[in-house]
């Protein structure tokens, strides 16, 4: 039985056969319809989500099996004071697969230890989003053909935002990246990484200034800050629209640079934006359908060859 807790439990020869699955799904839906007939997905959110959870209920709903769970943790038992390692253990009783949305780091891994079924990270904290990951590079393959030589912004909320932290994971193991990290001082991506960077002699840059990187990428990966993580609401409210994208900075851009994020936006993309061909965000909600639905299919064992 396997688990997805971070994009690296995947090697990039699996991703990319997972990644070809999620193509398939694109072009063939129909056949896809009922590989799930009769199994269940447990949704477990203990924090917010628009995007994850439905994405999962939709990718299975599309393969033919079904959904249950929570969406907020006042609803379930941890309310009453139940861990982590007890409720999935009621899940194993009542569901083939469950995702875990948690505000502490590291919670899905421990329900992966005492799990009878996996269980997928759907995010832990400001540590992992591995689905939101897996979504970015099949968008990224699928528009671009390729997920390597790149040169790619990560803008905004740096320090506490985990799609961020899963996606430099996952890129540092392609050829030829150049990272380009643009955040206020007090949002910097955290030394961990840059010095993971270091070790794999991987080239980075840090910069304050957006407008300053713009005609360098190919790739902008726009964040919103984090307004759940921040202690004083004083700090947020002072840094909440220290970046936002509008026409004048797109104008910079090369012809072929794509906009990613991973939503919700709030201000940090002007809605002028959103009509601009590069702008390729709504396109990556769709991809992280298609995305889930393979990683459901790979993680339950579904001979996909016989469908
Ligand atoms: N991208 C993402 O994780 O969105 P949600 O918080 O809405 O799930």
Known sequence: ??????P?????????????LANDIENNKS???????????????????TRTRLSFESAMLSLGGSVLGFSDAASSSAAKGESVSDTIRMISCYADICAM?????????????????????????????PTQTLT??????????????????LC??????????????????????????????????????????KEKDIPYEETISLEEVMPKLDLLYMTRVQRERFFNEEDYVRLKD????????????KEDMLVLH?????????????????????????????????????LLGIDTSKL
Do not use: W
């Not at 948690?102 to 891994?109: C, F, L, Q, V, Y």
């Not at 970015?136 to 040169?151: E, H, W």
């Not at 220290?242 to 851009?253: H, R, V």
């Open 8 to 20: 690296l439990d995947f090697t990039t020869d699996e991703l990319d056969r997972l990644f070809d």
């Open 156 to 197: 905004g909320d740096l320090k506490f935002g985990r799609t961020v932290h899963s996606l430099i994971n996952a890129l540092s193991r392609y050829d030829n990246i150049t990272f380009i990290f643009v955040s206020p001082e007090e949002l910097k991506i955290p030394e961990y990484i840059t010095d993971m960077l």
């Open 1 to 6: 039985m396997r688990h997805l807790m971070s």
């Open 101 to 129: 949305r948690h505000p502490k780091e590291g919670a899905p891994m421990v329900a992966s230890t005492h799990s009878r079924i996996p269980v997928i990270n759907a995010g832990d904290g400001g540590h992992q989003h």
């Open 262 to 298: 991973p939503l919700p936006r709030v201000n940090e993309i002007s809605v002028e934006v959103d009509d601009d061909e590069r702008a390729v965000y709504f396109k990556q909600v769709q991809y992280g359908v298609y995305v889930r639905m393979a990683l459901i299919l790979t």
């Open 31 to 49: 056949k896809y319809a009922h590989a799930c007939d009769g199994l269940k997905l447990a949704t477990c959110f203990y924090e917010p989500s």
């Open 136 to 153: 970015d590079l099949l968008t990224i393959r699928s528009l671009k053909g390729r997920l390597s030589n790149f040169t790619i912004g």
């Open 242 to 253: 220290f970046y936002i994208l509008n026409k004048e900075k797109m104008a910079l851009a």
